[in-house]
């Protein structure tokens, strides 16, 4: 009998990495089973059958659009920035579609607020609703509960725009997707699998995507690792196997190796990326590729219109993002810009002879060049001559 | 091609001055460490870049190539002059391959894979560094906005404020969004144009790359130097290099919080190892790290005082800890009695508490920005609280518990609240603590592991040479 414990001791001890392995793996695939169950809408397998309504069944409640090929072209919201769809459904039970789904195209998902409407059959004069979250810019999303209002019998649908419609929002279809654990687990997949593209926020907010899953990589390789490293010690206190650290540490060190593997493999899509983006380019074409090239090719008509460098420049805009990413287009000159978030005009004591000020979509100074002058809202001016002038709302001018 | 030759020399040259100088200053030690000099030789020779530019731009505008160069070649030479006499690299290479010879091969194995994830890690960052263009914010509004300027003119001309801008006309004088922001990482970026001989807005970010190099070389030396064996160091590296929020800050280069980062960290890691072995080289290099981490940015001024506690502490560790623990009373009765807002270095302390904790608690546990980092710090801790105040530990334990401490009050107590509330300064201040505290749970790892007993005497401490088993082990061996 000692003999056999002790080799059941030996083997614990020769083992460690696999121990660790088969628990770490084990525990994960029971977490995910766990979160792939909270979003199953209690179908394990396979859900019932998915709804889909198509946009040209919805009609129009507020703003102004048309039905179209299959699709719903919401053009214009009303005055007050509203536009809604709606449309009756066969009825069905809120409890076995977890989630919805809107396909849409057009809008841009920055300038939108989405969110969707219900009714129930059991409060039919009540209308529900929840914002929406967009997804690749063009699916607007949901997973609702009880807590939301989402239970009993939906009878009918809609969708309420608000904000500003740069160009017409097509709604193509509502889906209320067949949801079982099987297509959370498919869910959890894409969520964990998608990139996260470096752009501005990245710099302080690299994994701001991971809002929107069910549960961050992380946290269930934590919850993981946790429930593996306890199964370990109740392991050992029933075999009576010495506790070996390096189980734990092995733990810890295949949970964040998979956490790497995820983030190396994003750095490499994102390093693909960049290089189709910028390789071989110069400072200056890689500014005319980059995301903000209209800005750019308009700072380099503004920087063409000045003469050698250094002069000093006012730039002037309402948008604080757009003066600070212009004024740095324009250096070497000697740019000035208002650091605060609501930009200010100077005071014309403030804008020297032989200034430049560009006025860039800025309501807060006005050149009037009949007068030839720089028009303050007090009433107050500065002689000024025009220097360059691109389209409405960018000028640039010379203060005598 | 010329891009090319310049931005190696532009890295290069300050790189061997710097692990020349470092090699100087560790002419006496027993076996002169290569890696831990390459590792502080470039942040330091980086430094000594910037300060020969500020000088010359002062004596002798305009800034060119050979000008700048010049004097960094002197700076290698002499320290190669006056480190000659200490072990030669040839040697330690030898040494070095020796031990990696006798090393079991699973061990071999490990390292290698440690260096290779390291290797492929830092040269996809450093591919995307040389692509790119500047992204960040703050890289476009208040670091390269100065780095431009000063390379067009070839000399450090005077950012002043708004107003002071609005009420002069001297074209001369600049303006950007944070003027008064220290000039280190701008000349930098300049001295990197200097050297391709123009402005390219990829190529100035060459640094960065090279710090996180740096970074990980001291690092490794570092952790060794406690006694932890080559492949598990590597491991240790690799994992501090994977942290997807540090790996952010090099491939979008150009704001100042990596070389904080680095500079706060090296300085932490030499500052315990000179309380552990008093040796005078680990003084010096924490205390020039200490002067890099003030010339970064304006709150270099109060990591730096975070590292005056461990110092006390380990002269005289019931007088230090007595200290530390006064600093907090006070700090206590601010909140209860003190003025309502009070300004220091740029933020404004309030006795108000704002309560941050959700985005701290979702970036830090919930979103992958840091791996499993702060998991495992509670959890070490957590299982280490015996020992963290023993002599040999407590040094560090009190570096950490101010840098902890300084966070929290930044966060809760001060107008940065809002930066946290808006997820903008979340991540970043923590990142200036990251590798000191990776240090750290390096360090309570193998004081654990080892059953080495930290109960060192820092009265009259150990002047131990060599592994850092070995100096703690003499440590505890002359325990009060």
Known sequence: ???????????????????????????????????????????????????????????????????????????????????????????????????????????????????????????????????????????????????????????????????????????????????SAGSAVLEIGRQWSKPFPFKGTTITLPFDAERSDYASPLIVVAAAQG?????????????????????????????????????????????????????????????????????????????????????????????????????????????????????????????????????????????????????????????????????????????? | MRDLLGVTLSVVLPWVAGTLAVAALRNRASERDWLLCAGYGYPIGAFATTLVMRAVSLLAPPWGLSVVAVPLALLAIGAFLLGRSGEAWNRAWTRSRDAFGAMPASLRGVLCIGVLLIAVRLAGLAAEVALRPLLPFDSWTQWSTKALVWYHYGRIVPFVSPEQWLSTSDPMRFVDSHSGYPGTVPLLQAWTALCIGHWDESLINAPWPALSCALGLAFYAQVRRVGVSPAVAALCTYLLMSLPFLDVQIALAGCADLFMAVAYGLAAMALWQWTLRRERSDAVLALIMTVVAVSLKIEGMLWALTLLPPVLVSIHRRAGLSTVALVAGAALLYVFFGPPEVEIFGYILRTRFSNVSQPLLEHLFLMDNWHLLWYLTIVMVAANYRILLTPALAPMSVTLLGGLAFVFVVFFFTSAAGGVEDESLVNRLPLHLVPALAFYLVLLWHVRRRGISPDAAVSSPPRVAGSGDEALAAGAGGSQ
């Open chain 1, 1 to 179: 009998m000692s003999t056999a414990t002790e080799t059941v001791r030996l083997e614990a001890r020769d083992g460690w990495g696999a121990i660790a392995a088969v628990l770490f793996f084990a525990a994960t695939a029971l977490v995910i089973a766990v979160l792939a169950a909270s979003h199953s809408g209690g179908n394990a397998l396979q859900g019932p059958a998915a709804i889909t309504v198509a946009g040209d069944h919805f009609n129009l409640v507020r703003g102004r659009g048309r039905a179209f090929a299959g699709a719903y072209s919401l053009e214009t919201l009303d005055s007050s920035g509203l536009g809604i769809l709606s449309t009756g459904v066969q009825p069905f039970a809120a409890d076995s579609y977890p989630r919805i789904e809107w396909a849409l195209r057009g809008a841009d998902p920055a300038g939108v607020q989405l969110s969707f409407l219900w009714r129930t059959l059991e409060r039919p004069k009540h209308n529900f609703h929840v914002d929406l979250e967009w997804r690749d810019g063009n699916l607007a999303w949901a997973e609702l509960g009880p807590q939301d209002g989402w239970s009993g019998t939906i009878t009918g649908v809609g969708l309420v725009v608000r904000g500003g419609l740069s160009a017409p929002l097509v709604v193509q279809s509502f889906t209320a997707p067949s949801v």
């Open chain 1, 227 to 400: 429930l593996a490293i306890a199964a370990y010690y109740f392991l050992a206190r029933r075999r009576q196997w010495p506790r070996d650290p390096r189980v734990l540490w092995a733990i810890v060190l295949i949970g964040w190796l998979l956490l790497d593997l995820r983030w190396q493999a994003d750095l490499w899509r994102q390093l693909a990326q960049t290089a189709r983006q910028f390789a071989g380019k110069t400072t200056e074409e890689k500014h005319l590729a980059a995301y903000d090239h209209e800005l750019f090719e308009l700072m380099r008509q503004v920087n063409g219109a000045l003469p050698a460098p250094p002069v000093r420049i006012h730039f002037l805009a309402d948008n604080s993002v757009l003066r600070a990413r212009g004024a740095f287009f324009l250096y070497p000159q000697n740019v000035y810009h208002d650091p605060r978030v609501l930009g200010r005009a100077p005071d014309p004591e403030q804008v020297h002879s032989g200034d430049y000020v560009l006025l860039f979509w800025f309501r807060g100074l006005d050149y009037e060049r009949l007068q030839q002058r720089l028009l303050w809202a007090d009433g107050r001016s500065k002689p000024a001559d025009e220097i360059l002038a691109l389209g409405d709302g960018i000028v640039l001018v010379r203060a005598r």
